[in-house]
């Protein structure tokens, strides 16, 4: 059974800087939290960086989408306040640095879900060679998932769902994953107890107020994904 924080930065930096960028991670540390996701899909050159969208609009000044940009246009965007895009190697060297757990979501573009499941699980995997503290993959897509499982089998993974199907517990074990994520507003009682008896952690997203939050720990759920930073202790 995986050790996890009560609470997770999402995307970085949650609400309070620029979401999935270096600044955001360095703020997530500043403030006392000791775990952060961020999403890592490849570009058009194969390189795997720091988004969350398939396309750049909504997050940086450039358009189109990721996984047809080449590096050095990706790597030119602003991403925010003057950040740029971050390759997913900086983000892990900084996770380190700075003594965070990093939960790693493989966010494919759509059509590229095992070959971004192969490089970011490889590429975690080396990064976090030797680490004291090793990372938690995660993802929505199944199929990428069974890549990390056997590519990456060191590695832990977590399965994300928005509302876990019936058949949840045999595909988290069919793909020997140690934590089930989930939406907040879609986790149901029964599936929370056989996740307790099995002791499986139970991980929500997003939980940005604190009488959410309390529900949801006096529930026993393990670990809650927050963009409010401000509002809660790391």
Partial sequence: MITLPRWIAHRGGG????????????????????????DVMLSGDGTPVLIHDETLGRTT????????????????????????????????????????????????????????????????????????????????SLAALEVARDVAPGVARGVLFEEPPADWLSELQHLQAVSLHCDADLLSDEVLAVAKAKDIPVLCYT??????????????????FTDRLDLFAG
């Fill in 15 to 38: 609400s309070l800087a620029p979401e999935n960028t270096l600044a955001g991670i360095r703020l997530a540390a500043r403030l006392g939290y000791r775990a952060v996701e961020f």
């Fill in 61 to 140: 000044n450039g358009t189109g989408p990721v996984c047809e940009t080449p590096d050095a246009l990706l790597f030119s965007l602003d991403a925010g306040e003057g950040e740029r895009i971050p390759r997913f190697a900086e983000a892990a060297g900084l996770c380190r640095e700075l003594g965070l757990l990093a939960n790693v979501e493989i966010k494919p573009a759509t059509g590229h879900e095992l070959v971004t499941a192969e490089v970011v699980s490889r590429l975690t995997a080396e990064l976090w060679r030797g680490a004291a503290i090793q990372p938690l993959l995660s993802s929505f």
């Fill in 207 to 224: 939980v940005n107020t604190p009488e959410r939050a309390k529900s949801l720990f006096a529930r026993g759920v393990s670990a809650l």
